[in-house]
């Protein structure tokens, strides 16, 4: 019995998609949609999207296809004629070294900050599991970040860590600990900016975990117990290979996010000291709104789509060997 | 379904127009609308609306409608996007860096079209504006802008503290060497630990790179004047002037100033610092005046003239500048706002509600404005500081990005571990090169109009 718990997750996600399509085949479903829809249901459907439509293509469609456009062109955003300049724009992107120092600020970051975001989201998910007095409290409190205002967040963790005003060198020097210079210090600004990415976005990944802890279904969990299995077993052998599509989705998203983290960037450390937190998107920033440089900032935003693309296959793919996630 | 694809189609129809309505199509009462953007701090807005009211009543045919737009990368972001639209305001404040830009999508009128107009205005007029702020509100020479207000940088320094460490509270730092004996005077380490909870002067360093650098230039530059340069370019715009000895003395007076106090790196306000009394002296404008009754109570605070240099007094110009653009339906209108508020009577009243000081040199000799500077000392101290204020040549070509690179030159001085030689030699290598890379065609064709009016490059 055991053996079949500590086999192969797949085996495991198997059964559980069974379970999921015998309870999908449950309900009842109305006979009309199952029709295939006629042209005219068709064009119904595509009224009532069009509003939604025009605005992702307008918004959406246009600025990404215009952008890619643009990285071959030189443009300041006030004239009426561009040129085309070739792969001019790439070219000076990849011999600027500001370019790299960003690209490696971003990667430190991200680096750091996504693995420590997805163990504490996981590890807070698994305990609010439990029995846990006022945990939809909890679970609001962890959620908050995530829907306050960058800005606002920004601006308060500013004040936390200013060197000579702030609260984290007041707590720091109370227990003993010398003071930081959380803006001077390379390393410190770039840990205050880790600290900050991680409590503005772990929630959102908590609440990712916590639907899929509660797909999984309790009888593994039940049997396991009754195997002898105790709770780090349970985890390790049950939570973790179930949670694998999860797990995929959540550290996609996660090393997205972070690659492209900006605006805690912009309120809270400018990019300071000596460029030390200065991240990819606000190097394009940087171009695009504030030099005018347009066909330049766009071929630095493809090229972070090129790095993007690249790890989410690599991600996928590997997950896909260890055989977790049908795609 | 016809019907339901009817109401469906009907709705969206609705949704397209509903989005686009709601244009300023004038207002009913036959008023002309003049939209004016600008970027005054909270505490100003009151004057300015006493300003408004006051015009208002001087123009009852102009309906004057202040628009607030975040100063800084947001303004100039705005306008382009507001000219790009062909959405952009009457008249808006503008800086000289974004005059480059301005001028070459010919999207602002050269001033020499009103000037020379019917509702003109004199030479005597003109000239009696300080020659500074026209350098500033010119391009290449051309006038494209006027000043609404006048500032420069003065010093607001702490009389309690100077008593406290037995400074003499009338006799703010005279020199540099004060400044700097000052401020080892006023440091302070209450707990042994090797850092000052308590600093002299408070060196402005902010991150180059952000959105601040700019200001921080800015703030650099009387230090610069003092020691025997204005200009960050030279004349013919082909090498920038910040590796010459003069501002290598002016930055190595921030290093030593910020290494001998242990400067730990930025604060976010150093006027929260300064309330605080971790701070004895900051630079400060005249805008802040309104704000100090209320943010220093309790502190009894002096304005001083900035130390002078190895070569002389100086302070840096600034200033607010007003372009009238070409998409405005009633540039004319526009214009009459700009021209009224150049007027001395006009610059008296609003000097004394905003604390801005005025355009004219004249209006300093107005009895009334006179008798009131004496109830006002703070400001008294920065229209006298106008005499040894100096303006800077404009950078004509890549404005932004030069005043970037000085910037992180002045950051690695400072919080960084290079010498201020080292770092400018850099900047300027880096700047140079950008000038070297300018395309020096003349902007836009100019209108016949604009030769008349010229301002002296100086």
Known sequence: MAGVLTGEGQRVSRAAADVVRAEAAAVPVPPAVRRAPGRREGLTAFLFLSPTLLVFVVFVVFPILFSFYLSFQQWNLFADDHAFVGLANYGAVFSDPEFWQVFWNTTVYTVATVPLNMVLALGVAVLLERRVRGKRLLRAAFFTPVVVSSVAAGVIWRWVFDPNLGLANVALTAVGLPAVDWTANAAAAMAALIIVGVWKTFGINMVLFAAGLSAIPSHYYEAAAIDGARSWSQFRHITLPLLAPTTLFVLVLSMIGSFQVFDVVFVLTRGGPLGATKVLVYYLYEHAFKFFDMGYASAVAYLLFAVLFVLTLVQVRAFRNRGAVAV | ????????????????????????????????????????????????????????????????????????????????????????????????????????????????????????????????????????????????????????????????????????????????????????????????????????????????????????????????????????????????????????????????????????????????????????????????????????????????????????????????????????????????????????????????????????????????????????????????????????????????????????????????????????????????????????????????????????RR
Request: hydrophobic share 40%; aromatic share 10%; net charge negative.
């Open chain 2, 1 to 456: 379904m016809p019907p339901s694809l009817r109401r469906c189609a009907g709705l969206l129809a609705l949704l397209l127009v509903g989005g686009c309505g709601g244009g300023a199509d004038g207002p009913a009462d036959g008023r002309t609308p003049v939209v004016f953007w600008h970027s005054f701090v909270s505490s100003t807005i009151p004057a300015l609306d006493s300003l408004v009211a006051r015009f208002e009543a001087e123009h009852p045919e102009i309906d004057l409608q202040p628009q607030y737009v975040p100063t800084g990368d947001a303004l100039v972001q705005k306008l382009i996007t507001a000219v790009r639209s062909n959405t952009a305001p009457d008249v808006s404040w503008i800086h000289a860096d974004y005059l480059e830009d301005l001028v070459a999508a010919d999207a602002i009128y050269p001033m020499a079209h009103f000037i020379e107009g019917p509702n003109g205005m004199s030479a005597e007029d003109l000239a009696d504006i300080y020659p500074a702020l026209l350098t500033y509100a010119s391009y290449r020479g051309t006038l494209y802008s006027m000043p609404m207000e006048a500032t420069n940088l003065g010093l607001l320094y702490n009389k309690d503290l100077f008593r406290e460490v037995g400074l003499d509270p009338e006799r703010p730092p005279q020199t540099w060497e004060e400044l700097v004996s000052y401020s080892e005077r006023l440091r302070l380490d209450r707990n042994g630990d090797g850092r000052y909870e308590r600093i002299g002067f408070m060196v402005p360093v902010r991150p180059g790179t952000g959105p601040d650098g700019p200001w921080m230039v800015w703030q650099f530059q009387p230090f610069m004047m003092q020691a025997g340069t204005d200009h960050l370019v030279n004349e013919e715009q082909t090498r920038v002037l910040f590796a010459d000895e003069p501002a290598v003395q002016a930055l190595s007076l921030w290093e030593r100033l910020f290494d001998l106090q242990n400067q730990r790196g930025f604060t976010n306000e150093y006027q929260s610092a300064f309330v605080s009394g971790q701070g004895a002296m900051m630079l400060d404008g005249p805008w802040s005046l309104p704000n100090y009754p209320r943010l220093l109570e309790g502190i009894d605070w002096g304005i001083a003239p900035l130390p002078a240099g190895p070569v002389r007094p100086a302070t840096v110009v600034g200033g607010e500048y007003l372009a009238i653009f070409r998409q405005s339906a009633h540039p004319e209108a526009a214009w009459t706002f700009v021209k009224w508020v150049t007027q001395p009577e006009v610059q008296a009243f609003w000097s004394q509600r905003s604390g801005y000081l005025p355009i004219r040199a004249s209006v300093t000799e107005v009895p009334e404005y006179r008798a009131y500077l004496e109830t006002n000392p703070g400001l008294k101290a920065f229209v006298e500081q106008m005499a040894v204020a100096r303006a800077q040549r404009p950078i004509e070509y890549s404005a932004l990005e030069i005043q970037r690179e000085l910037a992180i030159a002045i950051e690695q001085a400072t919080v960084g571990t290079l010498d201020a030689r080292t770092a400018l030699a850099r900047a300027a290598e880096a700047s140079n090169a950008m000038l070297a890379r300018a395309d020096r065609t003349p902007p836009s064709p100019a209108p016949p109009e604009t030769t008349a009016v010229t301002t002296a």
